[in-house]
């Protein structure tokens, strides 16, 4: 996975001290209501469409990029399901980064589900009751943005909400 060049120069200042990026989350469903996942290169696990805003992006805008440029698949924003923080993750070369994800749940308007760059290893579209093995987190997300209505779902004071 490319970094980007923003994400470069900010390293080349602070190191691998950690660091606090906004990324998108999106939750993809089809007209046979099958949600779209990406097995990841980085891990090799199922999960959905996403990745870290660009600076200056708005969030509906970066995660129709990051669907795009991952699958090939247009969607269209529906509903911004949850706002969450993921624990903070140290990559290999020692990088630490936290990220303030938002969680979209998008309905697909074209395009054709395919490996579109060098994240993916496969992409496929996959029925609730037949989804591949994923991390609790990713369950979780699927679970907000499907049974979500509005308005987001947030945590406040150690509790899920609303």
Known sequence: MAIPPFLLELRSLVGNRPLWLSAVCAVVVDDRERVLLARRVDDGRWASVGGILD????????????????????????????????????????????????????????????????????????????????LDFEHERLRHALECSGPAVFTWAGEERP
Do not use: H, I, K
């Open 55 to 134: 600076p200056g992006e708005q969030p509906a805008d970066g995660v129709v990029r990051e669907c795009l440029e991952e699958t090939g698949v247009v969607v269209v924003p529906e509903l911004l399901a949850s706002t969450t923080v993921t624990r903070p993750v140290t990559y290999p070369n020692g990088d630490v980064t936290q990220y303030l994800v938002l969680t979209f749940r998008c309905r697909a308007v074209g395009g054709e589900a395919r490996v579109n760059d060098d994240e993916s290893l496969e992409v496929g579209w996959f029925a609730l009751d037949e989804l591949p093995p994923m």
